[in-house]
C-alpha cells in the first residue's frame, strides 16, 4: 500500500492564483482531514469528511473549498491564494472518526504565496 | 475545545528512558488521550492512545493518571529517531486537535 500520497510536493503561487492540492489513500479509509501547519505551530484542521459526498468544516476553512466524489480522493481547492496561506498542507486518513482509530498522514505540500 | 498542556521541549540521552508528560485537567469522560509525533520534515505518525489504563505497544507506553487529569507517554529506550515534536491529543467531537507539542532532542 501506498498509504496517503499528496501532490505536488511543493508550489508557489501568485497572490490570486488559484490551485488545487490532491490527497489520494489506498486503505479503504472512510474519514479523511487536511490540516495546515504554520512554522512551529501545531496543525489547525482546514476540512474532513466522512465518506464520499460528505464534507465539514474544521478550524481554519476560510478561503478553502473541498470535495469528495470517490473514497480514495480528497482534493482541496484555494480560489483567491492570499500571502496568509503560505504554509505546509497535510492531508490523513483514518478508518473511523472515532479517532480510536488511528489517523495516517500523508507527506505534505509547502505552499508559498507570494 | 479539549486542551492539553505540554513542555516546550526537553532533553535526553541517548539508550536512556524518556518520559513526557501532559497535562489535561479539563479531559471528560469519553475523551480518549491520543499520542503522535513528527519526525522533521514528515507528517505526524500515531504513536499510542488510551482511555483510562495503562497501555503498551511496540513503540511506547503511555501511563494515564487515575483521576486521567494527565498522562506520561514513555519512552523506554531513546535512539537519535525519536527526536520529534510529540504531540497529546484528546479526541473529542471527532476532531483532533493539535497543540504545539513538545520537541524531544536526543543527546548521542
Known amino acids: 500500500n501506498a498509504g496517503v500520497t499528496q501532490t505536488p510536493k511543493f508550489r508557489i503561487l501568485k497572490i490570486g492564483q488559484s490551485m488545487t492540492l490532491q490527497c489520494t489513500q489506498d486503505?479503504?479509509?472512510?474519514?479523511m482531514y487536511w490540516y495546515r501547519q504554520d512554522p512551529g505551530m501545531g496543525l489547525k484542521l482546514i476540512y474532513y469528511?466522512?465518506?464520499?459526498?460528505?464534507?465539514d468544516k474544521g478550524e481554519v476553512p476560510n478561503g478553502y473549498n473541498v470535495s469528495r466524489s470517490t473514497t480514495e480522493d480528497f482534493p482541496l481547492r484555494l480560489e483567491l491564494a492570499a500571502p496568509s496561506q503560505t504554509s505546509v498542507y497535510f492531508c490523513?486518513?483514518?478508518?473511523?472518526?472515532?479517532?480510536?482509530?488511528?489517523?495516517?498522514f500523508g507527506p505534505g505540500t509547502r505552499l508559498t504565496v507570494l | 475545545d479539549a486542551k492539553t498542556t505540554q513542555p516546550n521541549s526537553m532533553e535526553s540521552n541517548e539508550e536512556e528512558p524518556v518520559h513526557l508528560p501532559c497535562n489535561h485537567s479539563?479531559?471528560?469522560?469519553?475523551?480518549?488521550i491520543h499520542w503522535y509525533r513528527q519526525l522533521p520534515s514528515q507528517g505526524p505518525e500515531y504513536v499510542i492512545h488510551?482511555?483510562?489504563s495503562n497501555v503498551n505497544n511496540r513503540m511506547a507506553s503511555l501511563a494515564i493518571a487515575e483521576d486521567r487529569k494527565s498522562s506520561t507517554l514513555i519512552l523506554h529506550r531513546a535512539t537519535l529517531r525519536d527526536a520529534a515534536v510529540y504531540y497529546c491529543?484528546?479526541?473529542?467531537?471527532?476532531?483532533?486537535?493539535f497543540g504545539k507539542g513538545t520537541r524531544l532532542h536526543i543527546l548521542p
Open positions: 490523513a486518513s483514518s478508518y473511523s472518526g472515532d479517532f480510536v482509530n488511528e489517523q495516517f
Open positions: 486503505m479503504n479509509h472512510n474519514y
Open positions: 469528511s466522512v465518506g464520499a459526498g460528505i464534507t
Open positions: 479539563t479531559i471528560s469522560g469519553t475523551d480518549y
Open positions: 488510551g482511555l483510562t
Open positions: 491529543i484528546l479526541n473529542r467531537d471527532d476532531k483532533i486537535i
